[in-house]
């Protein structure tokens, strides 16, 4: 990696805590080992509002060059983290989310059921993960390796073509 790149990890769930944020520990532990600096961690609350709030926190801030969300992206009633993330983009980036339901369907077909989005607000990629720590560490497996190359486009340090 020839810039060190920025990380900030939302958590978003009505019952977790900092002591069994589970998914996000491995989020952190995946980063951290690619050589990205986990900046910022953050759990919210399954409300929309509270979602786009701290989004648009992050992104605009300028600090960070990617947020990782965790959890709110299944079918229940209370799953808003892609409506959230969707109403506060600049451009919406589905191939990302598109290849994560496509690479982890190989494993199980719950993940079709994923309602995850990506895309881009203020120069920083918003990728949404599933809540659970096996699903996140299998969707990071398949973001990986042009999670960098992605992150140089939008910062104008590479053209489209991987080199």
């Known amino acids: 990696m020839d810039k060190e790149f920025t990380a900030a990890i939302l958590t978003i769930s009505d019952s977790r805590?900092?002591?069994?944020?589970?998914?996000?520990?491995?989020?952190?532990?995946?980063?951290?080992?690619?050589?990205?600096?986990?900046?910022?961690?953050?759990?919210?609350?399954?409300?929309?509002?509270?979602?786009?709030?701290?989004?648009i926190e992050w992104s605009d801030s300028g600090n960070f060059d990617l947020i990782l969300t965790t959890g709110g992206t299944g079918l229940g009633n209370r799953d808003v983290t892609p409506e959230a993330t969707?109403?506060?983009l600049d451009v919406e980036v589905p191939g990302i989310s598109e290849a994560m339901r496509y690479q982890t369907l190989k494993k199980t077909p719950l993940s079709m059921l994923s309602r995850s989005i990506t895309g881009i607000r203020s120069g920083c990629l918003i990728i949404n993960l599933p809540g659970s720590p096996k699903a996140v560490t299998e969707c990071l497996e398949v973001v990986i390796p042009v999670l960098c190359h992605g992150l140089d486009m939008i910062n104008g340090r590479r053209g489209q073509h991987i080199q």
């Open 86 to 88: 969707l109403s506060i």
């Open 17 to 55: 805590s900092e002591k069994n944020d589970l998914s996000g520990d491995v989020i952190q532990s995946v980063m951290m080992m690619e050589g990205f600096k986990v900046k910022s961690r953050s759990i919210v609350i399954d409300e929309k509002e509270s979602i786009e709030s701290q989004l």
